[in-house]
């Protein structure tokens, strides 16, 4: 896998059936190695050692209904009432961030009504505060700090 625009993370591997797979230790399994999934695992990395999220509040993985539609969000952090506070998505390194990437994560969050937003590809991130107000996200420097 190539290198990405992340510190450098250790991981568990596993070859099983000429397929490699990663340990997601919020799912605490292996999953097959993908490029999008590669990304999803450095994120997680980021979140736990550079930005001191709780593990427990870190969910991956999940189904959403958005229009009667079934979609699955690539993270999310909870707040300790239940909200949420951050919605991630995640595309694969040679996947561009376009405004089709924000419009997705915009849908999702239609439903979801995280506070923060965070798109990368794992070349390039951005991160987003949301201004329901006004219908509109705007662009931070970096995620704000886990508040309990």
């Not at 896998?1 to 797979?21: A, G, I």
């Not at 993985?61 to 993270?75: A, F, H, M, P, T």
């Amino acid at each position: 896998m190539r290198q990405l625009n992340f510190p450098t993370y250790s991981f568990r591997f596993k070859n099983s059936e000429n397929k490699v797979s990663i340990f997601d230790e919020i799912r605490k399994k292996f999953i097959v190695l993908t490029p999008e999934e590669w990304v999803r695992q450095h994120v997680i990395q980021y979140l736990l050692q550079d930005r001191n999220y709780p593990k427990s509040y870190i969910n991956v993985e999940k189904l959403i209904k958005v229009n009667g539609l079934s979609k699955r969000y690539d993270g999310i952090v909870f707040k300790p009432n239940g909200e949420i506070f951050l919605l991630i998505e995640c595309k694969a390194p040679e996947v561009p961030i376009s405004q089709d990437t924000f419009d997705q994560i915009a849908r999702y969050n239609l439903e979801l009504k995280a506070q923060y937003l965070m798109v990368t590809n794992g070349l390039n991130h951005y991160f987003c505060q949301m201004d329901f107000e006004n219908e509109k996200y705007v662009f931070l420097k970096e995620l704000p700090d886990f508040k309990n």
